[in-house]
């Protein structure tokens, strides 16, 4: 049974960081393609950033320079680093595994206070 489990999620302030985490399991989970992706309620869900098995990066523009993905295959555990936080980051933050078959996590909650 695969499961990605996403933690790290918070209220912060505006310029604020934070961390998030994604921990996989039930998937050779070196070998996929480890993404974030963020979703608010009546628009479609983006991706924010995905890591190849390379380690290769991808970002979306509006988080470039903000943002930092990584991931560690010997925790089976992707991470999203995010520094200066905005209003419009406010979202639910979702893990995506995608290789021959695409899983999701169950999201976790970011929201960004002025």
């Known amino acids: 049974q695969v499961q990605l489990v996403e933690s790290g999620g918070d209220m912060v302030q505006t310029g604020g960081s934070l961390r998030l985490s994604c921990a996989g399991s039930?998937?050779?989970?070196?070998?996929?393609?480890m993404g974030w992706y963020r979703q608010v309620p009546g628009k479609q869900r983006e991706l924010v950033a995905y890591?190849?098995?390379?380690?290769?990066?991808n970002y979306a523009d509006s988080v470039k320079g903000r943002v930092t993905i990584s991931r560690d295959n010997t925790k089976n555990t992707v991470y999203l680093q995010m520094n200066g936080l905005k209003s419009e980051d406010t979202a639910v933050y979702y893990c995506?595994?995608?290789?021959?078959?695409?899983?999701w996590g169950q999201g976790t909650q970011v929201t960004v206070s002025s």
């Open positions: 995506n595994a995608r290789l021959f078959a695409e899983y």
């Open positions: 039930g998937i050779n989970f070196s070998s996929y393609v």
């Open positions: 890591i190849t098995s390379s380690g290769r990066t």
